[in-house]
């Protein structure tokens, strides 16, 4: 039995290898087009784990001190940031020139006062052009420092009852003993999943492609009706299961086959970074089987392969933009919840978590995508018996 | 236990239409039947039930002895199949063909080695077999597809129109190779359109139309139901369907069938009647090109069983 379904996935490989389809949207198409997004995005080589971030102090204030100390530090220590600090701020723009910094924080001079006397207040921060993602979220980081403070303030004024009766230090004490905001502890964990731009270009295209890539082997089963080669399976002494089972091995073989040899060339030429081996091996295998699952339904209910192709073509799009293979779509707000339907996010999240270090979400990626392709592969199973009439 | 192939009542429809309607017949070790039936008369959708591709909605097939259909895998592995398609990968080669069709039959190895060999020199390939087969002629894959039908020595092989679009030399080699593996003991079904194939290389022929088997026998046989008549083949220009109306007023002319180029008519005594014939049409002011008389043969039998030309 395994036999049968070993040799029928051969021989569809055998044919795929000669075709140019598979080199074509399993790694020229990809590649090309990761290392141009990566390119025009960011800098692609650069270790996107590495987010480098200079401080520089120009107020003294209680409160640049609870910036540096209570907000910065910590995800130096945690390890999401590297921290520098500089005492001038020219000598900053000049660091951050030289690349040597992702972006740097200006607190400026009369920071704490500023807020204290409920004026307008706000850390200046310089970025590289190369670090488009980095400089964004110190951009996060400083605002809702900024507004956070600034709540504080009026939270300990009204208190007071005086408007300005509060002593800086008073308030220093209020804006770190107020429960961490949401905002700030969630911006670097959230925007994590965005910031080594080659992996999310390189994962995302992979991803994408991945849909072409086993389309044919999927369609080929239409194909075969067609071109009367279905007859000569049914007549031969083989179960019918088999040859379903062939032309998902052989998909499935052609899409993880894809799938890892983007992430190794990725990772050599862009400098990507997908994470620990098993968990890129255990996710890559149900984003797979989604792809096979999700492309089988579609075939399962199109008359020809060509018309099966169309349709994979448009659904695979339609995915992609969704779901985030093609630019960040949780850069969208609300709209980014639509992409929770679509493979691609839940494969690019598992994606991220892993190479963030915290594969507590592996897990729920990897159900997901197995789940998803259960059901599609069912509703395709369910016309099992309509595809195997010649 | 001489018949290969015992089919009795087999029906099959698609929606109100009866595609096959009762079909029956037994084939003997070393017999070839001839299911002989027009375009759309049943024979594919016959043969699909036969090789257990398609499930009957009634009726019965046995192959060997042993009850037969879709789910059988061991009377499957007794028969051999050429489709009407050629079915075949046209982007490997006949050698990769064959020996994945030979692991359809759990073939690997040496035996489907030699067993590739036997079929490719059978129908004389064995030079071009690492040829893609997209690179061949209409004739050469066709003999691929018979070389995949052999792979497995069947007892039962079955071919549904196998000199469809091939050359008259290919076609020659075909029929002969198939008499000779009949010779050899293998029952053969053996499905055309082509009236000389049939009386030439089957022992028996099943006249198919509109599903059913109108008339089974031996050439011999189904010709002797004729008695005296023959199958009169007129050639006019145009005016055909005018010209079949009035022949078949003539007393002796039981048919008359417009065909493409004239009238094709099953009639009593074809020479006594050709003069009738000429003047029936020279009233009408139709022109008479030229006027056969055949010798009763299967094209007859048809023409008189089903009122219609087999190639019409
Ligand atoms: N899947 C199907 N659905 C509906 N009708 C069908 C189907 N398959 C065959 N038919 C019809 O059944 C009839 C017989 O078809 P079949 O292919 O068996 O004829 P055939 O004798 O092999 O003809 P040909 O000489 O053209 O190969 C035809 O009218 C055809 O249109
Ligand atoms: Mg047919």
Redesign the pocket.
Known sequence: MFGIIATIAAKDLRRRLKDGSLLLFGLALPVGLALLFSSLLGDGAQDGRDIRYLVVDSDGGELAAVFVDEVLAPLDEDGVITLGEESDADAARAAVDEREYDAAFVVPEGFTAAVMAGEDASIGVVGSADAAVQVQIAREIAESFATEADAARAAVASALDAGAAATPEELSERVQDAPVPVALAEVPTETWRQLDTATYHAAGMAYFFLFFVVMSSVTALLDERKGGTLARYLAAPVRRSSLLAGRALSATVVGVASLLVLALISSLVLGAQWGPLPGVLALTLSGVLAAVGITSAVAAFSTSSEQAGNRISVLAFGLGLLGGGLFPVAQLGAFSAVSLVTPHHWFLTGLAELSGGSGGAVPTSVLVLTGMAVAAGALAFSRAGRMLTP | MEDVFVVEGVKKS?GD?T?VDGVGFRIRKGEIYGLL??????????ISIVMGILQADSGKVEISGMPHGPREMRTKALLGFVP?QNALYEDLTARENLRFFARLYGLSGSVARERIEEVLTAVGLADRADDLVSSYSGGMARRTAIAAGLLNRPQGLVLD?PTAGVDPQSRNAILEHVRALADSGVAVLY?T?YMEEAERICDRVGILDDGRIRAEGTRRELVDTLGERDRVVLELDGAAADAARALEELPGVHTAVATENGVELDCDRGAELAPRIVRALADRGLELRSLTIHEPDLEAVFLHITGKALRG
């Open positions: 698609y239409s595609v039936g027009p375009n759309g008369a049943g024979k594919t959708t016959t009407q129109e499905s359109h």
